[in-house]
Each structure stands twice: as structure tokens, then as C-alpha cells.
């Protein structure tokens, strides 16, 4: 059974930070392009950033430069640092893995196999 967990949102200032987690099971990350995305109220799920089973990372425009994502291998554990953190921001975050294994992260949610359940961000002005 695949599982993704995310935990780590929360309430935040305009301009912190937050680290959120997304702890897989199920699968091997190391093998699986895995991503972050977002979703506001109202809004369409967007691809936030990606990175593929062989280290290649993609962001988003909106968020180039202020986030950052990583793995943890024996954790089996991908991480979304973000800083600067704009009211923008707020939504949703999900974490999510492609197993068809890509060249470059997909920005398309119907790629994307296995979801979390998602967790809350909201960043106050």
C-alpha cells in the first residue's frame, strides 16, 4: 500500500518560513520523481516544484529562489523548505510521485500516480 504523509503547514508572517515533510511509504524515493503542489481556494491545483528519481529539481516561477526541495533517502522522505513566505502562498500542499520516472518533473497533476493528503498553509499579511 502506498502512503503519503505531509505534515509541517501551519500559520505563518508574511516573509517566514516553513519546512513541510512528506514521509512515503510504499514506494522508494530515490526511484520515483516526486513533487509539491498547492491548491488555493477556488483555484486550480498548480505544480509548485519536482524532483526526479535522478536528483533533477523544477520550480515554479512564482516561487524560483524561495523554495527549495529535497530528499532524505533513508528517511524515504521528500521536504519543501520555503522562505519569504508571500501571502500568495497560501493553499493546500500536497506531495505526489510520478513513477514513469521522466527526464524532468512534470508540471501536470494528472501525471502524478500517488497523492498525499495534503497539508494547510496559510501565510498572514
Known amino acids: 500500500q502506498v502512503q503519503l504523509v505531509e505534515s509541517g503547514g501551519g500559520l505563518v508572517q508574511e516573509g517566514g518560513s516553513l519546512r513541510l515533510s512528506c514521509a512515503v511509504s510504499?514506494?522508494?524515493?530515490?526511484?520515483?520523481?516526486m513533487a509539491w503542489f498547492r491548491q488555493a481556494p477556488g483555484k486550480d491545483r498548480e505544480f509548485v516544484t519536482g524532483i526526479t528519481w535522478s536528483g533533477f529539481s523544477r520550480y515554479a516561477d512564482s516561487v524560483r529562489g524561495r523554495v527549495t526541495i529535497s530528499r532524505d533517502m533513508p528517511k524515504n522522505t521528500v521536504y519543501l523548505q520555503m522562505n519569504s513566505l508571500k501571502p500568495e502562498d497560501t493553499g493546500v500542499y500536497y506531495c505526489?510521485?510520478?513513477?514513469?520516472?521522466?527526464?524532468?518533473?512534470?508540471?501536470?497533476?494528472?501525471?502524478?500516480?500517488?497523492w498525499g493528503q495534503g497539508t494547510q498553509v496559510t501565510v498572514s499579511s
Open positions: 510504499g514506494r522508494t524515493i530515490s526511484s520515483e520523481t
Open positions: 505526489a510521485t510520478d513513477v514513469s520516472r521522466p527526464s524532468l518533473p512534470s508540471t501536470r497533476s494528472r501525471n502524478y500516480a500517488y
